[in-house]
Nanobody, 117 residues
Framework: QLQASGGGLVQAGGSLRLSCAAS????????MAWYRQAPGKQRELVAA???????NYADSVKGRFTISRDNAKNTVYLQMNSLKPEDTAVYYC?????????????WGQGTQVTVSS
């Protein structure tokens, strides 16, 4: 129900833009977020954005990454600039909200980001 794209291989200092589109069957999305998981490490929150546009970033990406969303398209983006080798990870999108059956929390399939030094 979530389709992520935009990962790839980039040199340090480069940029990538991730996209994650939620299917039309998902609505009333409150929070949209990006997480990442590097080999041997726990999954961590990278950035999140609410339906009202409030954002939250991990300290390690502040000033370099920007999260945005297009509510009409049910899509969340992550613009990643000044990438560092330590940003290498699988990036996952996540959405939370409420529908007729109650609260939901869905994950995308993950997209690999590799930053070479």
């Amino acid at each position: 129900q979530l389709q992520a794209s935009g990962g790839g291989l980039v040199q340090a200092g480069g940029s990538l833009r991730l996209s994650c589109a939620a299917s039309g069957s998902i609505f009333n999305i409150n929070s949209m977020a990006w997480y990442r998981q590097a080999p041997g490490k726990q999954r961590e929150l990278v950035a999140a954005i609410t339906s009202g546009g409030s954002t939250n970033y991990a300290d390690s990406v502040k000033g370099r990454f920007t999260i945005s969303r297009d509510n009409a398209k049910n899509t969340v983006y992550l613009q990643m600039n000044s990438l560092k080798p330590e940003d290498t990870a699988v990036y996952y999108c996540n959405v939370e909200g409420v529908m007729y059956f109650g609260k939901y929390n869905y994950w995308g399939q993950g997209t690999q980001v590799t930053v070479s030094s």
